[in-house]
């Protein structure tokens, strides 16, 4: 299947400062990425959705301001975590979409995870 | 809005016992229907899907059926080893909407 890959894959920062974190479609372009949060032991929470060339969509209840997406080529989304906190700890993943006819399809990175100090 | 419920787990199996892990779904239209799977501190992979009525995705001895009269999607596998162990996650996606809707997940565990 499709390569989706996450940088980095394991990040620790001091509280106030701010990560960014680099999704990318190794093997086919994606209009569509998707960023999601998991906490331990639970599902995937969507957090935006990223568009190439035009602004993220993002979730009831997700900071624009905090977490700030940018899509700039068909192979690369960015989140940026800005002035994190202690509570922004957590895994991060990213998705690719890929279409193919009228089929698609979402391709997972292998996730971040973000430790908040 | 559309929704998918996933067995509690869990689910504890001895090697090369059969698997079963249980899905349903509620959904508007005609969804395509997906098998991820995580490993421990990895990301999610695309285990299997199905787009249609009566499809069956296969993958690595799991398979899964899309069956339209009971919304269900039911994942299983004849000889589970323990190196599937992990969370397995139900998910849908509505055509159109393009956002994968997750159950909770269920973890497998298999021991030797």
């Known amino acids: 299947g499709a390569v989706v890959s996450q940088h980095p894959s394991r990040v620790i920062c001091k509280s106030g400062t701010s990560v960014k974190i680099e999704c990318r479609s190794l093997?086919?372009?994606?209009?569509?990425m998707f960023w999601y949060r998991q906490f331990p032991k639970q599902s995937l929470m969507l957090m935006a959705t990223?568009?190439?060339?035009?602004?993220?969509?993002?979730e009831q209840g997700v900071e624009k301001d905090k977490f700030l997406i940018n899509h700039a080529s068909l192979t690369l989304s960015t989140l940026t975590v800005t002035s994190a906190h202690p509570e922004d700890s957590s895994f991060y993943i990213c998705?690719?979409?890929?279409?193919?006819?009228?089929?698609?399809?979402?391709?997972f990175g292998p996730g971040t995870r973000l430790l908040v100090l | 809005g559309d929704s998918v419920t996933q067995m509690e787990g869990p689910v504890t199996l001895s090697e090369e016992a059969f698997l079963t892990i249980n899905c349903t779904y509620t959904?508007?239209?005609?969804?395509?229907l997906f098998w991820y799977v995580q490993y421990p501190g990895e990301g999610l992979q695309l285990l299997l899907k199905?787009?249609?009525?009566?499809d069956k995705g296969s993958n690595k001895g799991f398979e899964a059926t899309y069956r339209k009269e009971t919304t269900s999607f039911h994942l299983e596998k004849g000889s589970v080893q323990v190196s599937d162990s992990a969370v397995y996650f139900c998910?849908?996606?509505?055509?159109?909407?393009?956002?994968?809707?997750f159950g909770t997940g269920t973890r497998l565990l298999v021991s030797p």
């Open positions: 998705s690719a979409r890929e279409l193919r006819g009228t089929q698609e399809t979402q391709y």
């Open positions: 093997d086919f372009q994606a209009t569509t």
């Open positions: 990223s568009n190439e060339g035009s602004k993220a969509t993002y």
């Open positions: 959904a508007t239209g005609y969804p395509s």
């Open positions: 199905a787009t249609k009525a009566d």
């Open positions: 998910a849908l996606m509505n055509t159109g909407f393009q956002k994968l809707v």
